[in-house]
């Protein structure tokens, strides 16, 4: 095969990273950028997601964990702070706020000197996902896509190399999608997005908006398809915008896509094996030239774990430069055109999200099908499957069910030490510092510009320019989203366990929890054994928590659950209202100490001090030995990968609670 004339420019190399304060990410950028990064990735804290400030009762043990707090103009600009905006690539992982952050960047690239038509890279902006897979949505589905519709019509105007949106199927994958779904619900969410901005006739030039969409994707081990699925996604975004959009421009209906590898498919046992994970998870997206992405970040080794430290980022980093400086992959042509395996297998994965797509239509299209429950129970269902095959032994999963014998790891040998640590101190400085903020801000200025946001809302005007104006008065992130929570309400989306079913292990193990369910009810003199799952505080990561309520209700249980974002208070209430025998916590980003504690708490002043509270995340040692010295019954986390066995242990706690034998 002959060479490439010349060798391809390699993509923006990426690492996903944000946490404790502006002042330490903004070190950590401009360290990350001098070891050979090309594109900075900001990862903000859940009370930035999901519009609260760093005093709101919500964010409490959130702050900073899993991500960068901003509250304010003056967190951009430390954020910020020597990097040249105009030189940049950011991408920027926010949805349900994008537009608020946006606007600060922005104001932050005005006050550098920088011309706003420089300004490149991505807010990620899909709201849909957001229902579906990780739970940072604020607003109804309506509103939302106004949101996002509003923020594409003025960067196409003002900022043309931007890219507003990013349709995101990376967490669908994560949630449960299979190829053909992931395929498909993204197709869907980028029509619903394609066909608001349309409508809403704010755009002259629709060439230029499908140019400015970009795709955000995940990339499992399963390299040789996701190498199809790449391909295939590419065919199908060009069909769409030929047929639908009638666009015939090649360049603005070029697939460009971003990934960052499968950081759910990581492990907390063996977590070396991580290593190659990633590496063979990058192939998928680099192998096919003609499909090969645009940005690419990794996970690093040890994100089952915890927060990786920056040693670990840098290790990510290292894969890329070295596949594409060291490795020939750029000096060649597309590696699988004319391989008849590869086009039949994008063949199979076009014709199925092809009838997928059409479903989904058919129902009204993608809101439709979130607020009908379809997309979400779908997702729950595909899951359930997934998380059976493993439990069955069909696919494997090295070091987890299949070679679990282990030589201890030098690499995670410190123990605390082998993760990044936030120090709680950085909440209450957050805070602090939010007070000083608003102590400086002239109050007329602030309340005429939010007067001014809630009059835009409350019409059909863009909200690009009244956001603007709120950032440049020194509005909150919380004040902003607070006018608008006002205006267009708040969203509690489907949760998808009606009518899922497990995809438990076939033959006597589900059977016989059934039965010790049952027996334990008969002897506590109870209809059934009653289990509350509970999500406290902003983690919207859902998808464990939904398995294990499928699980135990199939094995018996009623489950009592109600989605996500719940105080500990809200938590509280329901254990008392519904009268259960078990309290169930999940927590997967980081604030496990605080919201369990404050769980716990509670149901001591409501005189539960023996309702037994079983808690399941991504939980250090030293941590589930700290949450079990607090009275906490059971700690479980991804090791414990065997839901029949997770639900029967379940039972245990029970029994333990009331000294049955």
């Known amino acids: 095969m002959a060479k490439l004339p010349e060798r391809d420019r390699p993509w923006v190399m990426r690492t996903y990273a944000g946490h404790s304060s502006a002042a330490a990410s903004n070190a950590l950028f401009r360290r990350n950028l001098g070891k050979g990064q090309t594109g900075l ?97 604020i607003f109804p589905p309506g509103p939302s896509l106004r949101l996002t519709t509003d923020t594409i019509a003025w ?35 980028a029509i619903a997005v394609l066909d608001s901005v349309r409508d809403s006739g704010q755009v002259a030039d629709f060439a230029a908006v499908a140019a400015r969409i970009s795709f955000f994707v995940n990339a499992s081990v399963r390299f040789v398809e996701e190498t199809a699925k790449m391909r295939a996604f590419g065919l199908l975004w060009d069909r769409l915008l030929t047929e639908r959009y009638e666009i015939s421009d090649k360049s603005a209906k070029r697939f460009r896509y971003g990934v960052q590898v499968n950081s759910l498919g990581l492990t907390e046992s063996q977590p070396e094996n991580n290593v190659q994970r990633i590496v063979l998870e990058m192939l998928g997206v680099t192998l096919s030239r003609d499909a090969r992405a645009r940005a690419v970040q990794l996970p690093a080794w040890n994100e089952a774990l915890g927060l990786p430290r920056p040693w670990d980022q840098q290790w990510s980093l290292r894969m890329q430069q070295v596949l594409a400086f060291e490795s020939d992959l750029l000096e060649y042509p597309d590696l699988f055109e004319g391989s008849h395996v590869m086009t039949a297998l994008v063949d199979d994965l076009v014709a199925g999200a092809t009838a997928e797509l059409d479903r989904v239509l058919a129902m009204g299209g993608v809101v439709a099908a979130v607020e009908s429950g379809y997309l979400k129970s779908a997702l729950v269902a595909s899951l359930a499957e997934r998380r059976g095959r493993m439990e069955r032994g069909e696919d494997v999963v090295v070091g987890v069910n299949r070679f679990p014998e282990t030589e201890p790891s030098p690499l995670v040998a410190a123990g605390a030490a082998a993760i990044e640590q936030i120090d709680p101190a950085v909440e209450a400085a957050a805070v602090e510092s939010l007070a000083s903020w608003r102590a400086t801000r002239a109050a007329g200025e602030v309340d005429a510009a939010l007067a001014r946001l809630r009059e835009v809302a409350g019409g059909t005007g863009n909200l690009m320019e009244a956001t603007l104006d709120c950032v440049r008065a020194g509005v909150t992130t919380g004040e902003w989203a607070s006018v608008l929570r006002d205006v267009f309400g708040e969203y509690r989306a489907p949760t998808g366990l009606t009518g899922a079913v497990s995809a438990a292990v076939p033959g006597t193990a589900l059977v016989a929890v059934r039965e010790r369910v049952r027996r334990t009810a008969e002897e506590l003199g109870a209809g059934r054994l009653r289990m509350l799952v509970g999500k406290p505080g902003l983690d919207g990561h859902s998808n464990g928590a939904e398995q294990i309520a499928v699980r135990a209700r199939d094995a018996g249980f009623e489950v009592v ?94 029994r333990e609670a009331h000294k049955l034998p």
């Open 41 to 137: 990735s900001v990862a903000f804290d859940l009370p930035t997601q999901t519009g609260y400030d760093p005093d709101a009762e919500l964010a409490r043990g959130e702050v900073g964990r899993v991500g960068v707090p901003i509250s304010h103009l003056g967190d951009m600009r430390t954020l910020f702070d020597g990097i040249d905006l105009g030189l940049a690539n950011t991408s920027m992982t926010i949805n349900a706020t994008a537009m608020w952050l946006l606007s600060l960047y922005v104001t932050v690239a005005r006050e550098q000197g920088a011309p706003l038509a420089s300004l490149a890279g991505t807010t990620q902006n899909d709201i849909v996902k957001e229902y579906l897979s990780r739970g940072t949505h």
């Open 561 to 654: 659950y109600q989605g996500i974002r719940l105080t500990p208070a809200q938590i509280v209430a329901a254990a008392v209202e519904e009268d259960v025998d078990l309290v169930g916590l999940s927590v997967l980003s980081g604030s496990h100490l605080a919201a369990v504690a404050s769980v716990l708490a509670g149901l001591r002043a409501e005189g539960l001090d023996d309702l037994p509270v079983v808690v399941g995340g991504i939980i250090p040692p030293d941590d589930a030995q700290a949450l079990r010295a607090s009275g906490v019954a059971r700690v479980f986390t991804p090791k414990d990968f065997a839901i029949t066995d997770v639900v029967d242990e379940l039972v245990t706690v029970v």
């Open 155 to 189: 960067t196409v105007a003002n900022c043309p190399k931007w890219n507003p949106v990013n349709i995101c199927s990376y967490h669908l994958q994560e949630a449960g999608a299979t190829p053909v779904q992931e395929l498909a619900f993204a197709l869907a969410t």
